[in-house]
């Protein structure tokens, strides 16, 4: 009985010394304890347990922000597409890196942006092998918090690039929290990481010299190739044309949105924004369509009741996988 008693004070005593340690811990300054906390700013509801909890749940969002200009960039980078590369060679590559979806933050900052990086698509593989290769170190670089969707069109309807971009918009934002869309063509790879695939405070034209055009651009008012919208950006000028079926005419009409809702667009260097694109012929059922070049002549008759506000779409299959999210999509062609 002595001794029970003795084992139940011994157990009391030990029990209240470990709430006074942890509570003398939690009353000072605990980053003379634990340095490592110092700027994690630990903030709460006031309980040591729900102090804690936050603290591993803030980490990450505490980090410094990571610096404007980011200190692994490599200016000019060789690229090439005589090489054959398979999805499964590029993923030996790059795959470790990055989580499930293609998707990618900084380990030691926090980005200074989270960006979602629309492709359209059907039948480009051996392009998007290379894309994938060249364009994933890069926006690693960048250090951005990002993610790769590939919008792939189902079936061999006439393709319809613009609403493939609605549509990543909309399915990307389903995710997370984006605030910066990037879209671009399958076939355009950037060939100086300076070229920062970052949101501006206007919507913002990056492919301003391409290989095939002799690096010249030929039109101040491009904006096809590879464009960035901020999300506000992007649902001010409701989106893309929905209705822009075949080749053409949908980059001119955004341009025009842009214009028409009081915005510009600005460009980097041409020095720096500089682009390869995979060779290619014209695809089947992406003909020239000759309506869209009238149709680009109207846009203010259309941006109100054509584009994210009248966007019609079933998703068909996602996929995920380490390099991209491939979103199967069936693009909803009017009734011929
Ligand atoms: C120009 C524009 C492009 C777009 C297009 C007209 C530039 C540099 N590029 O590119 O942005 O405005 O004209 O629509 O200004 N795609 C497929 N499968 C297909 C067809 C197209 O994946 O069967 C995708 C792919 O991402 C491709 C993009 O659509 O890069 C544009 O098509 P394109 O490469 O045939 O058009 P292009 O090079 O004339
Ligand atoms: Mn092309």
Not at 83 to 102: I, M, N
Not at 276 to 288: A, T, Y
Request: charged content about 20%; proline content about 5%; some cysteine.
């Amino acid at each position: 009985m002595k001794e029970k008693i003795t084992r139940i004070l011994a157990l009391f005593a030990l029990f209240t010394l470990t709430c006074l340690a942890v509570f003398f811990i939690y009353s000072k300054d605990i980053s003379f304890v634990f340095p490592s906390v110092l700027h994690q700013q630990v903030k709460g509801n006031g309980s040591v347990f729900g102090n804690v909890m936050d603290w591993v749940t803030n980490t990450q969002a505490t980090l410094d922000p990571c610096p404007d200009s980011p200190p692994s960039l490599v200016g000019p980078f060789l690229v090439e597409f005589e090489t054959k590369r398979s999805l499964d060679w590029v993923r030996t590559q790059v795959g470790s890196e990055l989580q499930q979806g293609g998707r990618f933050k900084p380990a030691n900052c926090t980005a200074r942006q989270k960006v979602a990086v629309i492709v359209p698509f059907r039948n480009r593989h051996e392009h998007l092998a290379h894309w994938l290769y060249y364009v994933h170190p890069v926006l690693m670089r960048q250090q951005l918090d990002y993610g790769v969707y590939v919008i792939n069109q189902d079936g061999d309807g006439m393709f319809n690039r613009a609403k493939l971009m609605n549509i990543g918009f909309v399915e990307a934002l389903k995710e997370y929290d984006y605030d910066c869309f990037v879209f671009s063509d399958v076939d355009l790879v950037p060939i100086d990481d300076r070229n920062l695939y970052r949101c501006s405070d206007r919507p913002r034209h990056l492919s301003v010299a391409i290989d095939k055009f002799n690096y010249i651009l030929n039109s101040k008012t491009a904006f096809g190739g590879v464009s960035l919208l901020t999300k506000e950006q992007f649902l001010k000028v409701n989106g893309f044309s929905n209705t822009f079926w075949g080749w053409g005419g949908e980059d001119d009409d955004m341009y025009n949105r842009i214009i028409i809702r009081g915005m510009s667009i600005n460009r980097p260097d041409a020095q720096i924004a500089r682009y390869k694109m995979i060779k290619h012929g014209r695809d089947l059922h992406n003909e020239v369509n000759p309506e869209n070049a009238v149709k680009a002549q109207k846009s203010a008759e259309n941006i109100d009741t054509d584009g994210l506000n009248s966007l019609n779409f079933t998703v068909n299959k996602i996929l995920k996988d380490v390099l991209f999210t491939l979103i199967t999509v069936d693009v909803q062609p009017p009734p011929q």
